[in-house]
Structures are given as C-alpha cells and as structure tokens.
C-alpha cells in the first residue's frame, strides 16, 4: 500500500470512531438527561445538524491545509524544475502516450505543445548509437529488475544537434498483473557535464601520455604530480618525488642570480622559458627546454606551478659538434676560417674602442709540400698537429690562431701599442715551425714564411685585411723564406696595380666589353642537363678573353660590382629570351652569380623586379641567384628579408662556394638559400687528398642535415663523378663536363652531350 492510501484509511477511521463515540456518548447523555421523548427528538436533531457542521468544519480546514500543501510542494517542484532545468515526463504504458513538461520540451528548443506526445517520437530521436542501451535498461526496470531507470544518452534537438541527457524513472504504478501502467521520470541536460568529463579526459590523456615531461606544483612549490615522461627524462619515479621541492634535480650549473631571474619573470610575466641544466637520479647532467607557467586562482593569487620540459641533450651535443666541425679544423683542432673570421672582426671592433693595434700574420710552412709528396699524408698530418701545437704555445693569451687550410695558418695578436708590441711573438712562431720533428724514427725540419700587417693602419675590411698579410708573406717567400714581412700600406705595388685595375674594369663596362658564357650543370644519376651557370667573361681589345679571377677580385665591395652586377643580370634575360624566341629546348634553370656588395642594397628587390619586368617573357622562376663572398655579408637579417622579397618573384637562392672564405653556419641557417655550391678546389683534389675528400663529405652532410640541394664544382674527371655519387651528390659542373661556352654553342652541346658515368 502506497503512503496516500493509508493516509486516506487513517483519517476515515479517525472520523468513524470519532462519529461513533460522539452518537452513543450524546444519545446516552440525552436519555440521561431528558425523559420527554419529543424533546429528546428535537435535540438528537439539533445535535446531528451541529455534527455535521462541526465536522463539516473540520473537514473543509483538513482539505484546506491539505491542499495547500499540495499547491505549495507542487510549487516548489515547479521552481525546482525550473531552476534545474529538468523536464517530466509521464508516460501511460497501455496507450504509448507521453507527456512531457515544458521544460523538457524547451530543453530540446520546441515550444510548448509542439513535441508530439508520443513514445515513438520520443524514441525516434535517440541517437542511434545509445538507442539500445536506452531500451536495455528501460525493459530491465519495467521488467522489475531494478528499482529505477537511470541512462544516459544523446538526443536530437529541433535544431539537429544533439545534447546529451540523463534519463531517470520509475513505474509508480502497476495492474494486478505487475505489468506496469504508469511511469514517471525526468530529463536532465548534462551536456556541459560531458563536454567537460571529455576535456578533463582528454587534459588526462595528454599529461599521461606527453611525450614532455610534466610537473605540478603547488603554490609552495611541492610537487604534486608529474607525469610518465617525467619520471622517463629524470629517473625520479612519482612517489620519490611527491612533497618535494624541484630543487632536488639541479645540477648546480647554475648561479643563484639565474634562478632569481626566473622566478621575477614568472611571477611578473605568468611564466619563464628557456634552456636549463638538470641533473637525472643517477647523477648524470641533461639539458631541457622548459617552460614553467605560472596558475592563479579567481582572487588572483598563484595556486599552482606547471612545468613543461624535454631533453634536447642529444640536440645539443649534435649541434656542438657541427658547430665544432663548421668552427674547427677537424686535424688540428684549430679554429678555421669561419671562426677566425668571427674572432677577426670582434678583434678589430674591441681595437678601435680601445684605441690599440692589431696584428694579422698569414703563415704558410716551407718546405711542407715536399714532405707531405715524398712520406705520405699521414706523416703530413703529424708535423702539422706538431707545428700547430707549437705555433699555438709561442702566442700569448688573446691571441687567436687558426688553420686555413693545406699549409697555412692565420695568427691574430690583439691588444698592441706598437709593431714591437707583437714582434717578439711572430720571432716565437718562427722558432716553432723551424725546429725539427721527430716522426716514427725520421727528423723533418721545416720552416714558416709569414707576412703581417697591422690594423688600424691598414685600415680595410677583414678579408681584404688577411689578404694584405697573404700578399706579405709572398714577398716574405720571395725574400729567402723562413723569416716575416711587414705589408707596407703607403708603397705596396699591389694597391697601385689595384686602383689601376678597377679604371679599366669601369672602362670595359662603360664599352661594353663584357660577355656571359655558359656551363652546363647536370644531374650524374640521370645523365638529363638540369641548369645552366651564366659566367662572366672579358673581352678585352688588349689581353683578349679573360676569366673572372683576372678581374673580380678587383670589384669585390666596390660599387662596380654592383653595376656589373646588373648587367650580368640582365645579359642573361635577354639570352633566355633569345633562346626561348628561336624556339629552342633549354634547361628549367640558368643560375647567375651575384655578389654580397650587391644584394645588401637596399634596392636590390625592386632592381630585380624592373629586370624581370623588362623580360616578361622570362619565367623568374628559372632564375637562380648564386651568392658569392657571403663572408662579406654584414647585415644578415636584411640579406634574408631580400632573399624572401625576391623569392616573391618567383627566383631561387644559391650559396656559391661553399666550404672557402669565412662563410658561417649563420648563413647557412638563415639564408633562405635552397642550393649549396661545393667550391671547387675541394672537389678537384678530393681524390687524391683525404682532407678535401672530407670537407666534401661535410659539406653534403651539411646540406642534407639543413634539407639543401647539393651542387659540385671543379668535375675534372668520370672519376669525380662516381666518387660523388657515392657521396650522395647527383649534381654537378665542371670541365669534366663542359667548360664554359659562348651562348651560340649550347643548344648544340645540350643535343650531343652523353655523360661518362
């Protein structure tokens, strides 16, 4: 029996024992009390009339009270609803009709009385997906099987979509037969709850399955959690950590001033980034890049710490060594070109600040290439390692000496008042390279020519700096070697012989002298000619033709270059243009070479651009620009920016011989060049010298590491090319190949041409 019927029960009983008691007690009262019937009549009658109101009262006050309970709990449930947001439902079982509140039906975006109140409807709109589910345990409660229906599952809106809903109910009424007749229940939206249950699963996935390491700290900086990674990268498992300070994994690489730098920024920043030493449980140092952020509560305050890190060790020790490799001679371990170059120029800077002299000495051994010929390269080696050692030890502390290649080294001496400043150390590096060597029972003796020249005296540019000290030490060769010249800025014929030079080379442009050559560049594998290389020639009315080394040198950073620089540009469009008008069939690249001086103008993107506009019929995208000297190039964050501005145009990006000067891995990393160029003095011998077979090696190594092509220079020979290909690299140009061609002779070389490999 339910609890309203047995309400009901006890309030009849209550009246009939009530109505009983009061009919015997007041007729025994009357008969007492009155003996003349009629007037025991009149007063049973007055005495039924006063029950029946009195209990009339009586029960108006007990329906009244109880059904303003009822409106008030009725009331209530509907502000309950309300404010909840849940719809009813009450379905009648026999009929498969339901009704459904206005809550419910708002909820799914109906208005009222629209939503069809049947159970077919209803179910229609379950997601296919959870229908089964949803029936399973509806049947199981109708069935008697559990105390109440509760599922959760997806329904469609009117809009289409669909929200997610707990559906809860319950048979509150059943036949004779225990079949249910009525059922009751609601609707909750619990969309946002699953959407949330869906972020916090996935929020945990991810931490557990970073591949980062996590930690957490409370805003005491207590761990709190870490995650797999972490326990991965550190070697501390979670339960070693939990309650500790990340203290415990510092390495002690560190100052205190670091750490205090990184907590000012994290808490006036919200967060610190950056490169960290830390040490792992068994001892051993790693390097991570972390990310500490910093979580506030609602009040502002800070709740938590998040730090977020990965072992780049590995990066870092490959990145040390090609920095090392790019930066130092692989043999001596002597800084090479590309850092002398870098230690020149801080040098020269810190010089002019203070107002003191500098020294440049180019070294080149005598006698070295005899040894190296007749006992092997081996032997070769040895006594250069000696002599660097030695050569190394004459210098005082500051000073910078580097291996340039071959037999040669540069000595940088700074901080100098006076020539006699650093003439005591260039007599010491004299004496190093001239005392004998004992090497696997033999003696070799050799000797050292040297020219120096000091700066700001000779007040050039680095390079031209070195160059002045390499004319030195020629003449120092040409005066009986093993002794030191001092290059004479005011008198040195070479300066005369250069100024005289650049006049002609500025009369030949203005008579248009000038011609552009052609050497092919194939692909080895294939055999297919995949490009051309426009070169510079001069035909001068007195020498006749003349190569670029008999005159460019004289150019470099001087505004000429940037002149004929322009024409060789647009010589080129014009050919291509020539070419494309008599129809015949040319390689999708022809490659010309620009100088440092020229693409740092400010202007050279729109110099470019009036070019090719001049040659619409020329598609930019056959051009490729090849960058020569780029250890000239001072302003690297401009030269990149042109590069990206002219690779708008459509043209392509070279870096040409690659491997010589004091070109940097700066460039390399962020030129956006996409060809490297191996120069050719290392490709011609690298059969025969272990050493340029091995820069070879790097610099395709290099090219491949920075996802560069690879181009090789100087192919003499079938030899070459099966070496590179070896190697890896496919294209290539050389003589080995085709020597540089008039425009004319092309189209029929291309026709003939059959590769030896």
Same mark, same amino acid.
């Given at each position: 029996m339910n609890t309203v019927w047995m309400s009901a029960l006890r309030i009849s009983i209550i009246y009939v024992i009530i109505g009983g008691i009061w009919i015997i007690t007041s007729d025994q009262a009357l008969s007492y009390f009155f003996a003349d019937k009629q007037s025991v009549v009149e007063l049973q009658t007055i005495k039924g009339w006063f029950f029946i109101i009195a209990t009339g009262f009586i029960l108006f006050w007990l329906v009244y009270r109880q059904l303003s309970n009822m409106n008030e709990a009725e009331e209530r449930l509907r502000y309950a609803l309300n404010a909840s947001g849940d719809g009813v439902w009450d379905w009648d079982?026999?009929?498969?009709?339901?009704?459904?509140?206005?809550?419910?039906?708002?909820?799914?975006?109906?208005?009222?009385?629209?939503?069809?109140?049947?159970?077919?409807?209803?179910?229609?709109?379950?997601?296919?997906?959870?229908? /089964?589910?949803?029936?399973?345990?509806?049947?199981?409660?109708?069935?008697?099987?559990?105390?109440?229906?509760?599922? /959760?599952?997806?329904?469609?809106?009117?809009n289409g979509r669909y929200k997610w809903v707990q559906d809860s109910g319950r048979v509150i009424t059943r036949d004779e037969n225990g079949h249910p007749v009525r059922v009751v229940g609601t609707h909750s939206d619990i969309t946002t709850r699953k959407e949330a249950d869906e972020k916090l699963k996935l929020a945990n996935t991810v931490f557990t399955h970073a591949y980062e390491g996590i930690l957490v700290t409370d805003a005491d900086s207590k761990i709190i959690e870490v995650n797999e990674a972490f326990s991965r990268i550190t070697g501390y498992s979670r339960e070693d950590v939990i309650g500790q300070s990340p203290k415990i994994l510092q390495s002690g690489n560190h100052s205190p001033e670091f750490y205090e730098e990184m907590w000012h920024l994290i808490r006036t920043e919200g967060y610190w980034s950056g490169e960290l030493s830390n040490r792992h449980k068994n001892g051993q140092l790693f390097v991570e890049m972390l990310t500490i952020s910093e979580i506030r509560d609602e009040e502002g305050n800070a709740a938590n710490y998040v730090a977020l890190f990965s072992d780049i060790t590995h990066i870092r020790a490959q990145q040390m060594a090609l920095e090392r490799l790019a930066s130092y001679d692989p043999l001596t371990s002597l800084p090479n070109r590309i850092l002398l170059a870098d230690r020149l120029k801080q040098s020269m800077a810190r010089c002019q600040r203070h107002q003191q002299l500098l020294a440049v000495a180019f070294i080149d051994l005598d006698g070295f290439k005899q040894?190296?010929?007749?006992?092997?390269?081996?032997?070769?080696?040895?006594?250069?390692?000696?002599?660097?050692?030695?050569?190394?030890?004459?210098?005082? /502390?500051?000073?910078?000496?580097?291996?340039?290649?071959?037999?040669?080294?540069?000595?940088?001496?700074?901080?100098?008042?006076?020539?006699d400043d650093c003439e005591s150390v260039i007599e010491r590096l004299l004496v190093a390279s001239s005392e004998s060597i004992s090497i696997d029972d033999k003696t070799f003796s050799v000797s050292a020519s040297i020219g120096v020249t000091l700066f700001p005296e000779d007040s050039v540019d680095a390079d031209i700096l070195m160059r002045h000290a390499d004319h030195a030490m020629y003449t120092a060769k040409q005066l009986g070697k093993n002794r030191y010249h001092l290059f004479d800025v005011n008198q040195d014929d070479a300066i005369r012989s250069h100024r005289k030079q650049l006049l002609h080379i500025e009369r030949a442009l203005e008579n248009d002298e000038f011609v552009m050559h052609y050497q092919p560049i194939v692909n080895m594998r294939t055999g297919s000619v995949v490009g051309l290389e426009g070169l510079l020639r001069w035909q001068s009315p007195e020498e006749g033709l003349l190569p670029p080394g008999a005159f460019l040198p004289y150019i470099e950073n001087n505004p000429i270059s940037v002149n004929l620089g322009e024409w060789v540009i647009h010589a080129v469009l014009k050919q291509i243009s020539l070419w494309q008008a008599a129809q015949v069939?040319?390689?999708?690249?022809i490659s010309i070479n620009i100088s440092?001086?020229?693409?740092?103008?400010?202007?050279?993107?729109?110099?470019?651009?009036?070019?090719l506009n001049a040659h619409p019929e020329v598609d930019p995208h056959k051009i490729e620009l090849e960058i020569l000297e780029t250890s000239a190039l001072e302003d690297i964050e401009n030269v990149s920016n042109t590069m990206s501005a002219c690779a708008q145009l459509g043209v392509k990006f070279a870096i040409d011989d690659f491997g010589t000067g004091y070109s940097s891995l700066t460039y390399l990393k962020h030129l956006p060049a996409e060809i490297i160029k191996i120069d050719q003095s290392f490709v011609r011998d690298m059969l025969v010298d272990e050493d340029d077979l091995a820069i070879v090696k790097g610099v395709i190594g290099l090219a491949n590491a920075f996802q560069r092509g690879v181009i090789a220079e100087g192919v003499e020979s079938a030899e070459h090319g099966k070496a590179l290909l070896?190697?890896?690299?496919?294209?290539?140009?050389?003589?080995?190949?085709?020597?540089?061609?008039?425009?004319e002779r092309v189209p029929e070389w291309i026709e003939e041409w059959k590769p030896q490999w």
């Amino acid at each position: 029996m339910n609890t309203v019927w047995m309400s009901a029960l006890r309030i009849s009983i209550i009246y009939v024992i009530i109505g009983g008691i009061w009919i015997i007690t007041s007729d025994q009262a009357l008969s007492y009390f009155f003996a003349d019937k009629q007037s025991v009549v009149e007063l049973q009658t007055i005495k039924g009339w006063f029950f029946i109101i009195a209990t009339g009262f009586i029960l108006f006050w007990l329906v009244y009270r109880q059904l303003s309970n009822m409106n008030e709990a009725e009331e209530r449930l509907r502000y309950a609803l309300n404010a909840s947001g849940d719809g009813v439902w009450d379905w009648d079982v026999p009929s498969s009709k339901v009704w459904y509140s206005k809550q419910l039906q708002t909820m799914l975006g109906y208005e009222n009385g629209e939503f069809s109140n049947s159970l077919d409807e209803w179910s229609s709109r379950v997601h296919p997906d959870d229908i /089964e589910s949803v029936m399973n345990e509806l049947q199981l409660h109708l069935d008697g099987k559990t105390d109440s229906y509760i599922n /959760e599952h997806r329904i469609r809106c009117k809009n289409g979509r669909y929200k997610w809903v707990q559906d809860s109910g319950r048979v509150i009424t059943r036949d004779e037969n225990g079949h249910p007749v009525r059922v009751v229940g609601t609707h909750s939206d619990i969309t946002t709850r699953k959407e949330a249950d869906e972020k916090l699963k996935l929020a945990n996935t991810v931490f557990t399955h970073a591949y980062e390491g996590i930690l957490v700290t409370d805003a005491d900086s207590k761990i709190i959690e870490v995650n797999e990674a972490f326990s991965r990268i550190t070697g501390y498992s979670r339960e070693d950590v939990i309650g500790q300070s990340p203290k415990i994994l510092q390495s002690g690489n560190h100052s205190p001033e670091f750490y205090e730098e990184m907590w000012h920024l994290i808490r006036t920043e919200g967060y610190w980034s950056g490169e960290l030493s830390n040490r792992h449980k068994n001892g051993q140092l790693f390097v991570e890049m972390l990310t500490i952020s910093e979580i506030r509560d609602e009040e502002g305050n800070a709740a938590n710490y998040v730090a977020l890190f990965s072992d780049i060790t590995h990066i870092r020790a490959q990145q040390m060594a090609l920095e090392r490799l790019a930066s130092y001679d692989p043999l001596t371990s002597l800084p090479n070109r590309i850092l002398l170059a870098d230690r020149l120029k801080q040098s020269m800077a810190r010089c002019q600040r203070h107002q003191q002299l500098l020294a440049v000495a180019f070294i080149d051994l005598d006698g070295f290439k005899q040894v190296n010929d007749r006992y092997g390269h081996e032997v070769g080696d040895k006594l250069l390692v000696t002599i660097s050692n030695r050569m190394k030890q004459a210098l005082r /502390e500051g000073d910078t000496l580097a291996r340039i290649g071959g037999d040669e080294f540069i000595a940088v001496l700074t901080e100098l008042n006076v020539f006699d400043d650093c003439e005591s150390v260039i007599e010491r590096l004299l004496v190093a390279s001239s005392e004998s060597i004992s090497i696997d029972d033999k003696t070799f003796s050799v000797s050292a020519s040297i020219g120096v020249t000091l700066f700001p005296e000779d007040s050039v540019d680095a390079d031209i700096l070195m160059r002045h000290a390499d004319h030195a030490m020629y003449t120092a060769k040409q005066l009986g070697k093993n002794r030191y010249h001092l290059f004479d800025v005011n008198q040195d014929d070479a300066i005369r012989s250069h100024r005289k030079q650049l006049l002609h080379i500025e009369r030949a442009l203005e008579n248009d002298e000038f011609v552009m050559h052609y050497q092919p560049i194939v692909n080895m594998r294939t055999g297919s000619v995949v490009g051309l290389e426009g070169l510079l020639r001069w035909q001068s009315p007195e020498e006749g033709l003349l190569p670029p080394g008999a005159f460019l040198p004289y150019i470099e950073n001087n505004p000429i270059s940037v002149n004929l620089g322009e024409w060789v540009i647009h010589a080129v469009l014009k050919q291509i243009s020539l070419w494309q008008a008599a129809q015949v069939t040319m390689p999708d690249m022809i490659s010309i070479n620009i100088s440092a001086l020229q693409i740092e103008q400010a202007n050279f993107a729109d110099r470019l651009a009036s070019l090719l506009n001049a040659h619409p019929e020329v598609d930019p995208h056959k051009i490729e620009l090849e960058i020569l000297e780029t250890s000239a190039l001072e302003d690297i964050e401009n030269v990149s920016n042109t590069m990206s501005a002219c690779a708008q145009l459509g043209v392509k990006f070279a870096i040409d011989d690659f491997g010589t000067g004091y070109s940097s891995l700066t460039y390399l990393k962020h030129l956006p060049a996409e060809i490297i160029k191996i120069d050719q003095s290392f490709v011609r011998d690298m059969l025969v010298d272990e050493d340029d077979l091995a820069i070879v090696k790097g610099v395709i190594g290099l090219a491949n590491a920075f996802q560069r092509g690879v181009i090789a220079e100087g192919v003499e020979s079938a030899e070459h090319g099966k070496a590179l290909l070896k190697l890896g690299c496919e294209q290539a140009q050389g003589f080995g190949i085709a020597k540089p061609m008039p425009a004319e002779r092309v189209p029929e070389w291309i026709e003939e041409w059959k590769p030896q490999w």
